[in-house]
C-alpha cells in the first residue's frame, strides 16, 4: 500500500523560503513518478511540480525559478524548495506518486494528506 506523508509547511512572510518533504513507503519508490500540487480554498487543485523516475522535472509557469524539486531515491522522499514566496503560494500541498506520468494533471492514483503553506504580505 502506497504511502505519502508530507511534512516541513509553515507560515512564512512574503521572500520567505519554505522547504517541503514527501516521505514515502509501501512501493518501489524509484520507479514512481512523483509530484507537488497545491490547492487554495475555493479553486482547484493544480500541478506545481513534478519529476519523472530519471530526475527529469517540469514546473508550472507560477513557480519556474523559485520552485524546485527533487527526489531521493535512497532515504525514499521527494522535496521542493520554495523560494521567494509570494501570498498568491498560500496553499494546502500535496505530494503525488503513481507509475503513470501525468505531470502536471492532477490524475494521480496515490496522495498524501497535505501540508499547509501560508505566506503573508
Known amino acids: 500500500q502506497v504511502q505519502l506523508v508530507e511534512s516541513g509547511g509553515g507560515s512564512v512572510q512574503a521572500g520567505g523560503s519554505l522547504r517541503l518533504s514527501c516521505a514515502a513507503s509501501g512501493y518501489t519508490y524509484s520507479r514512481y513518478y512523483m509530484g507537488w500540487f497545491r490547492q487554495a480554498p475555493g479553486k482547484e487543485r493544480e500541478g506545481v511540480a513534478v519529476i519523472d523516475s530519471d530526475g527529469t522535472t517540469g514546473y508550472a509557469d507560477a513557480v519556474k525559478g523559485r520552485f524546485t524539486i527533487c527526489r531521493d531515491n535512497a532515504k525514499n522522499t521527494l522535496y521542493v524548495e520554495m523560494n521567494s514566496l509570494k501570498p498568491g503560494d498560500t496553499a494546502m500541498y500535496y505530494c503525488?506518486?503513481?507509475?503513470?506520468?501525468?505531470?502536471?494533471?492532477?490524475?494521480?492514483?496515490?496522495w498524501g494528506q497535505g501540508t499547509q503553506v501560508t505566506v503573508s504580505s
Open positions: 503525488a506518486a503513481g507509475r503513470i506520468l501525468w505531470w502536471l494533471l492532477p490524475k494521480y492514483n496515490n
